[in-house]
């Protein structure tokens, strides 16, 4: 079970120490947006570059943003140790993944709440890790889409069947009110941007996360 709070919510002018906040937490969520693939914009390839430097934990790249073919690879060479790159937008899905593992980092692929997972189950031979989006992508601290959870099943099946270590993450609306929904669903790697950086204390929120997904 693994936490990875979305910087998102955290204090743009401050990610430096941002980061210390979360530094009991098993990655840091690092949200790209390129206001075309989502109708927001974000940080990129340099920001990334910069954290990756002083961040105590290892990046978690999430690239809502489209032609990732052309892109993607350059976060794993930036230093993340995870890309995940949105299905939906993905030319050659497979060549993607194996040009990110290539560049050194885990691989993996998101969907989206209205793309059903079933025509990409031959990529679990390719990648480290399923992204299930439990909102639509673009912002933080929106509902979370419980209608969601038999996919996450769907996935841990799939998985399930196929053998391998693949890891199966959430995001959006993961709170101390929905993660144990998830973690019961199959999910083990948990994204919360709002319910850690909108905490007091972020540290104790991510512990209390992971007991909750834990139990
Ligand atoms: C939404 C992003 C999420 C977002 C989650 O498009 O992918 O990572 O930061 O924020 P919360 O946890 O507030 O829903
Ligand atoms: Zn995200």
Same mark, same amino acid.
């Given at each position: 079970?693994?936490?990875?709070?979305?910087?998102?919510? =955290?204090?743009?002018?401050?990610?430096?120490?941002?980061? /210390?906040?979360?530094?009991?937490?098993?990655?840091?969520?690092?949200?790209?947006? #390129?206001?075309?693939?989502?109708?927001?914009?974000? !940080?990129?390839?340099?920001?990334?570059?910069?954290?990756?430097?002083?961040?105590? !934990?290892?990046?978690?790249?999430?690239?809502?943003?489209?032609?990732?073919?052309?892109?993607?690879?350059?976060?794993?060479?930036?230093?993340?140790?995870?890309?995940?790159?949105?299905?939906?937008?993905? *030319?050659?899905?497979?060549?993607?993944?194996? #040009?990110?593992?290539?560049?050194?980092?885990?691989?993996?692929?998101?969907?989206?709440?209205?793309?059903?997972?079933?025509?990409?189950?031959?990529?679990?031979?390719?990648?480290?890790?399923?992204?299930?989006?439990?909102?639509?992508?673009?912002?933080?601290?929106?509902?979370?889409?419980?209608? /969601?959870?038999?996919?996450?099943?769907?996935?841990?099946?799939?998985?399930?069947?196929?053998?391998?270590?693949?890891?199966? /993450?959430?995001?959006? *609306?993961?709170? =101390?009110?929905?993660?144990?929904?998830?973690?019961?669903? *199959?999910?083990?790697?948990?994204?919360?941007?709002?319910?850690?950086? *909108?905490?007091?204390?972020?540290?104790?929120?991510?512990?209390?996360?992971? #007991?909750?997904?834990?139990?």
């Amino acid at each position: 079970m693994q936490i990875t709070p979305s910087i998102l919510s =955290a204090d743009f002018a401050n990610l430096e120490r941002e980061l /210390q906040r979360i530094s009991g937490a098993d990655w840091a969520h690092v949200d790209v947006m #390129d206001a075309h693939f989502v109708p927001n914009l974000t !940080i990129g390839l340099p920001v990334v570059e910069a954290l990756a430097k002083v961040s105590p !934990i290892p990046l978690d790249c999430h690239l809502m943003i489209e032609d990732p073919d052309r892109w993607a690879p350059g976060y794993a060479e930036a230093g993340a140790g995870s890309v995940t790159f949105h299905i939906e937008a993905a *030319g050659d899905p497979v060549r993607l993944a194996r #040009d990110i593992r290539a560049a050194g980092a885990r691989a993996s692929m998101a969907i989206k709440p209205g793309t059903a997972f079933g025509p990409y189950e031959e990529l679990l031979d390719e990648v480290d890790m399923v992204l299930v989006m439990t909102v639509e992508p673009g912002f933080g601290g929106q509902s979370f889409m419980a209608d /969601q959870m038999p996919k996450v099943r769907q996935v841990r099946e799939a998985v399930r069947r196929r053998g391998g270590e693949i890891w199966i /993450q959430v995001d959006g *609306g993961v709170s =101390a009110d929905t993660i144990e929904q998830c973690a019961e669903a *199959g999910a083990d790697v948990f994204v919360a941007g709002s319910a850690v950086y *909108g905490a007091q204390d972020a540290a104790a929120a991510v512990d209390q996360l992971r #007991d909750l997904a834990l139990s």
